[in-house]
Structures are given as C-alpha cells and as structure tokens.
C-alpha cells in the first residue's frame, strides 16, 4: 500500500496542481502553483532514483520494484496497478525535469494562463502516470489523457496554421490509440482474459497463458503501429512536423522531449514484451519502415525553412532511431534506446526552448530572415550552439553517449540485413551536423541584415534559468552517462531476455535473411 | 384476485401514485385559465410560491420516488421474491437489473425535468405546466411496462404508453411550426414501427401459439417465419432506437422538437428501447440458430449506423441535428452489447446507457439553457463562448469528451467496456471498424470545442446567469460524467446483477 501511495503521488501532485489552478485568483497564484508543484515533482523523481537505486541493490531479481495494486473493476479484473524498473525511472526522471523547465519557459504566456496551465497539467498527469502503471489499461488510460490536452494547447495557444495542426494531430494520435486498443484487447484475450497486468501476461501467471503465435502476429502490428505513431514511425510520422512547429514553445517541449517517448516505452513495454514471437517474426518490417524514418527525417530537417519544422524533422529522426534499437533486440542497442529517449527528451527541448525564445523576440522562425544572432543575443546564441552540438551527437553531450551505444548495439547483430540497415541509419549522423552547422552558421555568425533585430535583448531571467537547467542535464548525462545506464540497464535486460527467448527467434518472413 | 400481486410491481405502483397526485395537484393548486395571471401577479409581489409549487413538487415526488426505489431496504425486503418476480401470471417480470435499469431512467427523468423550469416558465408554456411533467412521467410509466412484461401483448401496450404521449411532448410548441411537424414525422414513424413490430409479433405467435416469454423459447423453432418475426421485431425497435436504416425521422423530430423534448427523447427511451431489444432477445431468441442470426443483422446495422451517422454529423450546422446524428452513432455503440447477448455485453450495454445519460443530458441541458437566453442553437453561434460564458463551455466540453470517449472521463470506461465485451464474444472486425468510426466522431465533437475555444465571434452569445434548475442539472451531469467512470464500484455493482435476466 505504502508503495502504491509512493509512486501514485506522481499522480496525486498533478491533481492537487490542478486543483490549486483552479481556486487560483491571479497570474501569481497560477505561477506559484506551478511552480510548487514542478518542484515537488522534481524532488519526486530526484528521491525516486535514489530510492530506486538503494532497492536495485537489494533486489536484484525483480522486473518492477514498488510493486502494488488495487482492484478496480472487478468483473473485468482491471487493477490498478503500480510499479517502476530502470526504464520507468529514468523516463519519470525525464518528464519532471521538461515540466519544471516547460513551467518557465511558459512563465510570460498570455492570455488566459490559467487555463493553459491547467491543460498542460492535465497532460504531465497522463504522462507520469503512463509511467508509474504496469497494468494495461491503466496505461493506456493515462496515455490519451495525455493526448487530448494537445488539441486546445495547440488550437488556442499555438501560432501559425493551429488549428488544422492541432486537428491533425489529435485525429492521428486518436487513430493510432484505436489500433492500440484492438492490440490490448488481443493481448488481453488472447492470453487468457484473466489479467491486464504486463508482468503477470509476460511471464504467464496469475491466469496468463501464452498467446497463440497466430494470434500474436495479428496483434502486434496493431500494437505496435498505435504506438508507433506517438513515435513518429514513418508513414505515420505526419502530425509531428505541423503539431511541434504551431505549437507554443512550452508544448513542444513536453511533447517532443516526453510525450513522443511514450510511443517508444509503449512500443517496447506492450508490443514487443507481450508478444515476443511476432516481435521476432514481423520486427523487420518494422525496422526497415524505423530505418526510413530515422534517414529520412534527416533528409527533411535539411530542406526545411522554418527553425520549429527542422527541429521537428530531426525528432522524426531521432525518434526513429529509438523505435530502430528496440527492434535490434540486444541488450546495448535497447539501453541505447533509453538513453537516445532521455538524450533526445532534453535536448530537443532545450531546442524547442530556444526557438521559442527567439521566436518571442524576432517575430519570424524563417532561417532566410535571421541572421548575425550571436551578436544581438550572445547568452541564447552560445545555447543554441550547444543545443546543435548535442543533436548532432558531439562527445561529452548527452548525444553522442546515446548514437554510439545505439550504433554499437545493432552492429553486434552479425546478419547483413542488421549489418545494412545499420550502416545506412549511421549516415543520419552525418546529415544531422550538415543541417545543423548550416543552421547555426546562417542565423548565428555572420552580420545582421534585419536592422530591427539589432535593437532586440537577451535572455530574461526565467528563460536563462530553464535553459541552464537543461543543459546541465545534457552535458550531465553526457559526462557521467555510467549512472543512468547502469539502471536503465536493468530495466532492459530481463525485457530483452524474455523477448530472446522466445519460443519463436528466427524470422521466417523476412526475405532478406 | 389476489391483491398482493401488486406488491411486486411496486415500482409501477409507486410511479402511478406520483402521477396521480401530480394531476391531482394541478388540478385543485390553481385555477386553469387565471394561473398565468396569478404567477405573473405573484411574481410582481415578489412571491413566486405558487409557481415554485408547481415546477417543484413533481420533481420533489419523483425523487422521493426514485430513492425510494432504490434503498437497500426495499432489494433487501424483496429479496426472497426478487429471483423470480411475477405478477398475474407471468404478464409482468421483474429482475433486480430492471430495477437498476429504471432507476437510471427515473434519475435521467429528474434531471430533465430540472432542465426544464426555465422553459416551462415562458409566457407561452405556463397554462401547460405540468401536462409536460404528466406526459414525461407518462411515457416513462410505459418504459416500465416495456421493461418489465412478460408478455408480448404487454410489451406492445407499454410500447405504445411510452410512443402516444412522447408524440404530445415532441409537438408541445405547438405555435412553433417546426414542433408541429415534429410531432407529426413522430407519430407517424412511431406508428409505422409499431405496425412492423405487431406484424413480427402475428408471425411468432402463429409460429409458436404462445405470446409467453416464459413459454416462447421451447415452442419457436428455428424457420424462416419464426427468424421473420424476429427480423421484423429488431427493426421496430430499430426505429425506437434509431438505428440506420431506421433513422430517417430522427434529425427533424429533434431538430424541431423543444430541445429539453429532444434530451429525453435522445436518453430515456433510447436507453430503455436498447435494453428492452437486448432482454427480450436473450430470453426468447437465445437458441444458437437465432443468435447467428441477430449477430448477422446487428454487424450490419451496428456498421451502417456508426459510420453513416457520423459522416452525416460532420456536416451539420445546427447543433439539434448534430446531436441527433451524435445521437444515433452513439446508438450504434450501445448496440455492440447485444452481439452474442452475453452477461458481460449487458453489464456494458447498462453502464454505457448510464454514462451517456449523464453527458449527453448534460450538453443538452447547456445547449437548452443557451437557447433559452439567447435563442441561438447554431454551431457557428457558439464560436467564442469559452469568452463569455466559461463555465458553461468547460462543461459543454467535458460532456463532450465523455461521448467521445476521452479519459478520464466516464465516456472512455463504458466505451471501452462496451468494445471489451463486443471483442471478448468474437468480433474482433465490427470492433476495429466501431474504433475507427471514434477517431471520425472525435472529430466532429472537436469542431464544436473548436468553435467554444478558439473561434472568435463578432456576435458572441451574451454572458449570462443560468438559472438553478439547470445549474443542478448541470452538477448532477458533472458528477456523473467524473464519477461513474472513476468510481469502479458502480460497474461491478451493475455486473453482479447482469445475469438476473433470464
């Protein structure tokens, strides 16, 4: 029960925070609840991990640490059910640090900061709770609490084209949940009917049995294309590129730096864990689709104008670099996959944070229009320049920790077709630093063409503070990555372990083995 | 004659004795003609007691009613008789789930009538007061018939009960041209159905020579008169429920039709026609032929009904219309419960009829009271009203999201309920298909939230006061649309009683 109240109080803090904005009377009591609440949140996350990693030592052999649950709908045997490994940890660790950075990148929001800080609430409790839950539907309840919140963040706050992004967006994460929800119902059916709890489907207890192979191969495509689309996972990718760019700066953050991992960690948890046969037989048409997104969004981001949609493309990229490791199936490669999760969540959101800021003060995100910035705002120009240098993977950044265990991890895959695919998602790396020391050498360097910049100021104080923030997290992760990895690791290894074991390993439908 | 048969039909019972005193009342508070001069009089002394009265005892009653109804002495004190509930002969049954099922009505009926005080205040309305209470607590008196018969003859009579006085309610503007052809397109869609319906019934009875639910199943044999009476029943009650293709009347009778009118329409007997089609299906035609044989019918209704009313939805511009369409997909949803008439598909079917009282009731009562105050009912009307009337756009939207299906509103559980238990008796497609046809009515309910929130208007929808009644209605909506999904009990309550049916 105590662990229950532990981890539910990821959940508990986001409803009081929504309580308190709504009794608020004024922007400072709004500021002040936030405010309150993100650092609690933090300090949550911050106590979990140490928690977290005093019980590790003590328990090995568990999946879940924290463990608990309590019945909700009995008939259906619907539980509400707690509980965190590495993965989860790490993930929730993420979250709080976007929602207390994305709480002062929004501090000058108007109008109506009341409500956007209510929905963004309500969108950082569907995603903790994502994160705190082992039972699936659960999971999936707080995963489109998570989703809805976007439509009127972007639709009323946004810029630019919001209102045909936000219904865009909206209606494709919404397609993806119905083929998630047909996923969970196989899962759930097929292995028995008896339990909606991940651990207990997985290793076939309390009432699981094994789902059918057949079955299997139905319901993982489902699954895995649900949340593949949250992952960007090429042709379903669309809405990401108009939602981050009409997004408001604070949004795009959440949901690129935490939002989009939920596909990932949804793709790994449920598709691949609960159905480890077919995750075995259809991974490859899975990786190859991975494999486009990852170059072709690096493709993309190089042709773009607009600062928000490169920054959006080079998600996709990333983004399919995550779903890439996960379907490499080893041990490196996932640990990977977390890592290129927390290294993509900070530092596109450090980037999301900056155009956001520039955004505030030149009026244009068009890279035709800026330039000469490093000498009209140093303090954001030099962030930028870091921002760039994470995302193109540069040694000592969180980047380069995450690709190189990525890269590492698939080429141990001794098969040409592994041994392809990997070479070809490698070349992103390159593409990635064309289109971003282009980027930095047009709107930073050189003179300043729009003299109505010259008059423009640095960073305020809470903008400087979220940036700072940011990027000690990413040069922080990029320095000592052994902490973070050591525990992500545990989490991966019986997931990846469960999954190699698998009555059914080789492929039989790929052509290409 | 064995007067102690009454007793088991206590529900009916007490419902007749609030129609009588309600009657009663009208007739000796106030005199017929002078009563609109007496309320205006009293209204300028600044004493509207006999007003009040008038609105209030009938909801007061029907509450009394329903809680009396409801409290655990009276399933306790009937629980010996509860199992095999039977009066004069099998004519009426009652089962503990049919109590539930007409305590959720009894509790739609008192937020309608809630809805309704601002309205039956109008200059127009005040001489006819409570014939609207009357006919409501009328036709709602013939959902209980329905609900509870045991026999064919009276499942028609209270069919009929339930259709006549709806027919007066939907008519009930009468001056207003649109209401009166309402009524008219009701009625005779009502009566058409009906006589489908009787037809089917001549058929089964020919067949088996019993109208009996008791005797029925042992004596219809599978053969194409007997699966003719069938299909000729499912399509009447298809128009009771408006299912497509039998739907055709539904958009103008609720586009014309007083909106408090179109609630009650759209939820109470909906509800009550859906769990009707269900019992009487799985007690009579639950042989294994006859049960492929209703999935067959139902796959394709279940279809044509969510995807062609939600392509309809999206193009409408009035907001009746649109609920109506609404109305209809959600229709189509509630009848995923019958497929395979099973105990966890009528567990689903009730709960899902709960949960979408509680947020379309709630959305028409907003729609309601902004057409009271303003007369504006178009979709474009409502761009901006998050501007000037936030709390009646914040409910609007959660009542929105409920039918739409978003958590952690009450509308996700029974959705996902109602899909679980369509999935868990085989039909992996008609779910999928059901999945997709949410994202399209997302969209749709999306372009109303659109128009509250980000739309600007040159003319918005003025700020004002909504009055108690329908501020009641309203928290009544709310709590229902937050907590009967939340609060897991409720399903399981409704669970443990699913299989008293048979």
């Known amino acids: ?513 | 004659m064995d007067y102690s048969q009454f007793l088991s039909m206590q529900q009916e019972v007490s419902l007749l004795a609030v129609i009588l005193l309600v009657f009663l009342a009208d007739l000796f508070t106030c005199g017929r003609l002078e009563r609109g001069e007496a309320c205006a009089l009293s209204e300028a002394n600044g004493s509207t007691c006999g007003c009040r009265f008038r609105t209030f005892f009938p909801m007061v009653l029907l509450v009394l009613h329903t809680v009396l109804n409801l409290l655990p002495w009276c399933c306790e004190g009937c629980a010996q008789v509860c199992s095999g509930k039977e009066a004069f002969g099998g004519m009426y049954q009652s089962t503990p789930m049919m109590t539930i099922v007409k305590s959720v009505l009894n509790v739609g009926t008192v937020v309608v009538f809630l809805m309704a005080g601002n309205w039956l205040k109008r200059a127009e309305n005040r001489i006819k007061e409570n014939e609207f209470h009357l006919l409501v607590l009328f036709t709602l008196l013939g959902m209980y018939f329905m609900i509870s018969s045991g026999h064919f003859l009276m499942f028609f009579i209270g069919l009929e009960l339930a259709s006549i006085p709806m027919t007066a309610l939907v008519a009930y503007d009468k001056q207003r041209y649109e209401s009166a052809e309402a009524g008219a397109k009701y009625i005779l869609m009502a009566l058409f159905s009906s006589a489908l319906l009787l037809y089917g019934l001549s058929l089964i009875y020919g067949a088996a020579g019993t109208l009996y639910f008791d005797a029925l199943p042992e004596k219809v044999s599978f053969s194409w008169l007997t699966v003719l009476g069938m299909l000729l029943f499912i399509s009447g009650m298809g128009f009771k429920i408006s299912l497509v293709p039998f739907h055709l009347w539904t958009a103008d009778t609720y586009e014309g039709a007083p909106t408090v009118v179109t609630g009650y329409l759209s939820v109470i007997s909906k509800g009550a026609a859906a769990f009707v089609l269900f019992t009487v299906l799985v007690k009579i035609f639950g042989a294994v032929d006859f049960v492929g044989v209703w999935n067959e019918a139902f796959f394709w209704l279940i279809i044509a009904s969510i995807t062609i009313a939600n392509l309809f939805a999206i193009r409408q511009k009035n907001l009746k219309r649109f609920m109506a369409f609404s109305a209809i997909s959600q229709a189509g949803y509630l009848v995923l419960g019958v497929m395979d008439g099973t105990a966890q598909g009528m567990t689903a079917l009730v709960f899902y009829l709960l949960v979408y009282m509680a947020a379309n009731l709630g959305a028409f009562a907003v729609m309601n009271v902004v057409e009271q105050n303003c007369g504006k009912i178009g979709l474009d009307d409502y761009d901006g009203l998050y501007q000037t009337n936030p709390k009646l756009a914040f409910l609007m939207t959660l009542c929105l999201f409920s039918l739409a299906g978003i958590p952690p509103f009450a509308g996700f559980f029974s959705k996902f309920f109602i899909f679980m238990a369509a999935f868990n008796a085989g039909h992996h497609l008609l779910v999928f298909i059901a999945l997709v046809n949410t994202v399209i009515s997302l969209y749709y309910y999306l372009l109303i939230v659109k128009a509250m929130y980000i739309k600007k208007s040159d003319a918005p929808i003025a700020a004002f006061r909504s009055d108690c009644g329908t501020r009641l209605a309203l928290l009544i909506c709310l709590a229902g649309v937050i907590l009967f999904g939340l609060a897991g009990c409720i399903y399981s309550y409704i669970d443990s009683f699913s299989y008293g049916l048979k």
């Open chain 1, 1 to 513: 029960m105590d662990n229950i109240l532990f981890l539910s109080s990821f959940v508990f803090v986001p409803l009081l925070m929504l309580l308190g904005l709504w009794l608020a009377r004024n922007i400072n009591q709004v500021r002040g609840v936030m405010v309150a609440g993100s650092v609690a949140l933090l300090a949550l996350a911050v106590y979990l991990v140490f928690a977290f990693l005093d019980a590790r030592a003590a328990d090995p052999l568990s999946e879940m640490l924290f463990t608990g649950a309590v019945t909700w709908f009995e008939p259906l045997h619907i539980k509400y059910a707690v509980g965190v490994d590495g993965i989860s940890v790490a993930m929730l660790l993420l979250s709080a640090i976007i929602v207390f950075t994305g709480t002062f990148a929004s501090w000058q929001l108007k109008p109506l900061t009341k409500e956007y800080f209510l929905w963004f609430t309500l969108l950082s409790m569907g995603v903790f709770g994502f994160f705190i839950t082992v039972d699936m539907f659960t999971m999936f309840m707080f995963y489109e609490i998570a989703l809805i919140p976007m439509y009127l963040l972007i639709g009323v706050w946004g810029s630019g084209r919001k209102e045909y992004s936000a219904m865009k967006l909206t209606l494709m994460l919404m397609g993806g949940s119905a083929f998630l929800m047909c996923g969970i119902f196989g899962i759930f059916y097929g292995a028995g009917g008896q339990t909606m709890n991940i651990i207990d489907i997985a290793n076939h207890t309390g009432g699981a049995h094994a789902i059918d192979f057949a079955q299997q191969c139905i319901w993982f495509p489902m699954a895995f294309v649900g949340f593949g689309v949250l992952g960007a996972l090429f042709p379903f990718h669309t809405w990401s590129p108009d939602g981050h760019a009409s997004a408001p700066t604070a949004v795009s953050m959440l949901h690129a730096g935490v939002l989009m991992k939920l596909g990932g960690y949804g793709c790994f948890r449920i598709a691949m864990y609960l159905l480890p046969d077919a995750a075995n037989e259809l991974g490859w048409i899975f990786l190859i689709l991975t494999g486009i997104s990852v170059v072709y969004g690096a493709f993309s981001a190089c042709v773009q104008t607009d600062l928000k949609y490169i920054n959006a493309y080079s998600s996709v990229s990333h983004c399919g670099l995550v779903l890439f490791a996960i379907l490499m199936l080893n041990n490196t490669a996932c640990t990977g996959a977390v890592l290129q999760m927390l290294s993509h969540g900070l530092m596109t959101a450090l980037f999301f944070a900056l155009i956001g800021m520039i955004y505030g003060r030149t009026h244009t995100r068009d890279i035709r229009e800026l330039s000469g910035l490093m000498k009209i705002m140093p303090f954001l120009a030099v962030c930028y320049v870091i921002a760039g240098l994470a995302n193109l993977g540069l040694p000592g950044l969180s980047g380069f920790i995450a690709e190189m265990t990525i890269f590492v991890g698939s080429f141990e895959n001794a098969e040409t077709f592994y041994r392809v695919l990997t070479i070809a998602a490698c070349s992103s790396i390159v593409i990635t630093a064309v289109y971003i020391l282009r980027l930095v050498g047009k709107i930073l360097y050189g003179t300043c063409e729009n003299e109505h910049h010259l008059a423009l100021t640095d960073a305020t104080w809470d903008e400087r503070f979220s940036v700072i923030c940011l990027i000690l997290a990413v040069a922080g992760l990029g320095m000592a990555p052994l902490w973070v990895s050591d525990m992500i690791t545990t989490g991966v290894a019986p997931v990846v372990e469960h999954i190699q074991n698998a009555s059914h390993v080789v492929s039989q439908s790929n052509p290409f083995l």
